[in-house]
């Protein structure tokens, strides 16, 4: 579903333009970012904001971070916002679901109305139960559900018929159940999402493995599957959706950043280097080790027509499930 990640990866070594500020690798290039996170704390958005953040200013590549959290609309308040204030200095983090939802009608806006930066990281989905679940492995939690799919509540932290309600419908529709009877229930945010799990409020989540890894290595969580086509090094023990019921499943959520419409293109070129030179810091390997996160630079006019196809898939998969 998503080969076209592998080509625009592929084309991230493209050369960035002449309005890019050439500066010498560890300088400063942009003095600061505001980063806007359309979720509540402890969601990937959240995690992906302040992890990029931390390696920029750590490194020196970016003098001045902060952070604000706007929930609202399933991230419709945010995407407002931006293009209402049109802050030179601000970023704001999104993924997969700027697409899903836009589809959906959920906000009247989509990608086109902001700037596109760059696509910066991979986050696999992962489906996850607590420590105590007597659900031990994927195959127990596929045989409950085809058994009886509504004694199967299963989180996520984004709206109905979202990326992680869209991951578990993938999951059961590969498995050979009926997609559409997932008793899906949403949360404001991966963070109370997680939460509803450890409650027991849910007796599953769909998230994503980047978000779910601290936790397993903690010892609160059982990650039964992920949605990978090989296992993860980070969770070697791990099976893939595929190996463990669900043929077929792979699923990637892109995540990224976007700034207000109409940027300045020397303000956008600053953005752009200072993603693409965070790759080679230490700071940043730390941050992408500890969140298990997997590499992608997608920068400007092939991050474009990256979401442009994205889009196209994602729509025909939506329909497909009775999503659309």
């Avoid at 592998?6 to 290039?29: E, F, I, P, Q, R």
């Avoid at 970012?33 to 509540?40: A, E, Q, R, S």
């Avoid at 409950?144 to 299963?154: G, L």
Wanted: with cysteine; net charge negative.
């Amino acid at each position: 579903m998503f080969k076209k990640l592998t080509a625009a990866v592929a084309a991230s070594s493209l050369m960035l333009g002449a309005a890019s500020v050439a500066l010498a690798d560890g300088h400063k290039v942009v003095d600061e970012i505001k980063f806007l996170i359309p979720g509540g704390a402890g969601g990937g958005w959240d995690g992906t904001a302040r992890g990029t953040g931390e390696a920029l200013t750590k490194s020196g590549l970016v003098g001045g971070a902060t952070y604000e959290n706007m929930s609202g609309g399933g991230g419709g308040k945010a995407i407002a916002h931006i293009i209402e204030t049109k802050d030179q200095d601000t970023l704001m983090v999104n993924s997969t679901p700027i697409v899903i939802r836009s589809l959906q009608g959920v906000f009247p806006q989509s990608f086109r109305d902001l700037t596109p930066i760059a696509g910066t990281i991979g986050d696999y989905g992962a489906m996850v139960v607590h420590k105590g679940s007597d659900i031990g492995d994927m195959q127990t939690l596929l045989a409950n559900y085809a058994s009886d799919p509504s004694s199967i509540a299963i989180g996520g932290g984004s709206v109905a018929g979202g990326m992680d309600h869209l991951i578990a419908a993938l999951v059961m529709k590969n498995a050979g159940a009926n997609p559409i009877e997932v008793k899906y229930i949403p949360y404001d945010a991966g963070g109370k999402a997680m939460a509803g799990l450890l409650s027991g409020e849910i007796a599953a989540l769909t998230t994503g493995f980047g978000e779910a890894i601290e936790l397993a290595r903690q010892g609160e969580v059982n990650i039964l599957c992920v949605t990978s086509t090989e296992r993860l090094s980070a969770a070697p023990d791990t099976p893939t959706c595929d190996e463990a019921g669900s043929p077929g499943t792979s699923f990637v959520n892109w995540r990224g950043f976007f700034a207000a419409p109409g940027l300045d293109d020397a303000k956008k070129a600053q953005f752009v280097e200072a993603l693409e030179k965070m790759y080679d810091t230490p700071e940043w390997a730390a941050v992408r080790d500890r969140m298990g996160w997997v590499e992608i630079y997608n920068p400007g006019d092939d991050f474009v027509k990256f979401l442009e196809g994205q889009e196209e898939e994602i729509g025909a998969l939506m329909r497909e499930l009775g999503f659309l």
